[in-house]
């Protein structure tokens, strides 16, 4: 490791290992690095838990756990990680220098720059019923790649509607793989399922597996 990496430090709410329950890598088993700390507030968010308090760890500590666990997809999320920018950058190259495969669930008021190209990006970009689709930081399309994903959480149809003026405007679909998932307990997966297949959007549907699974449960 180089110096950045042996020095950086990070907050880290929790590590552990379960199934992969979104996006492309949906069912691998996953280690995931929880960082701690968001400047969102997404009323449906699921992990307010790790707005504050976490341990600062090392990045050989924070490494060393996730070797533990022996897998080779490895997610970092929040929170939201990049509000850690530096060290979340240092972690993210360290894990793919180690042979990981790994992704970083960020929204999008992050600046997603600088990542490494190895990394893909899973930018959750805020709808209107989230409460902070002001805080969408549009010049990040721009900066998407092949490797990356875009995630739109829906709560109603009008957020559906949003959504897909944006998939439209942005031509989003040509850049990188889209992804619609309904908001846990408040939209009917059957709901935004049959808008989909109705309005034949270049979208992949998904569900929460790990909530299917385990229900709203913190570590799962």
């Known amino acids: ?10 907050r880290i709410t929790e590590i552990f290992h379960s199934l992969q329950g979104e996006a492309r890598s ?37 490494m ?26 240092a972690l993210l190259q360290a894990l793919v220098d180690a042979g990981h495969e790994v992704s970083i669930e960020t ?8 990542i490494d190209s190895r990394v893909s990006r899973v930018v959750d970009l805020k709808t209107p019923a989230s409460g902070e689709s002001s805080r969408n930081l549009w010049s ?27 998939l439209a405007d942005y031509a989003l679909a040509d850049r990188c793989e889209v992804l619609f998932s309904p908001s846990f307990g408040q939209l009917s997966g059957r ?11 270049p979208v992949r549907f998904q569900l929460q597996l790990h909530k299917l699974l385990w229900g709203d449960v913190p570590g799962r």
């Not at 110096?3 to 990070?10: K, M, V």
């Not at 060393?64 to 950058?89: F, M, N, Y």
């Not at 929204?107 to 600088?114: E, L, Q, R, V």
């Not at 995630?151 to 949003?162: L, M, N, Q, S």
């Open 26 to 62: 949906v069912g691998w088993p996953t280690v995931f690095v929880r960082l701690t700390g968001c400047p969102l507030r997404c009323h449906y968010c699921d992990t307010a838990y790790a707005f504050h308090g976490g341990d600062t760890r090392s990045l050989p500590e924070i």
């Open 140 to 166: 990040n399309i721009e900066l998407l790649e092949p490797n990356d994903q875009v995630k739109f959480v829906i709560c109603d149809r009008a957020d559906y509607e949003w959504a897909c003026a944006v």
């Open 1 to 10: 490791m180089n110096e950045t990496t042996e020095t950086a430090r990070l």
């Open 64 to 89: 060393a756990e996730v070797q533990r666990h022996g897998s080779r997809h490895v997610t970092v999320t929040g929170g939201e990680p990049l509000a850690q920018r530096k060290g979340c950058h």
């Open 191 to 201: 709901d935004l399922a049959d808008w989909v297949v109705a309005d034949a959007l």
């Open 107 to 114: 929204s999008g008021a992050m600046d997603i720059d600088g």
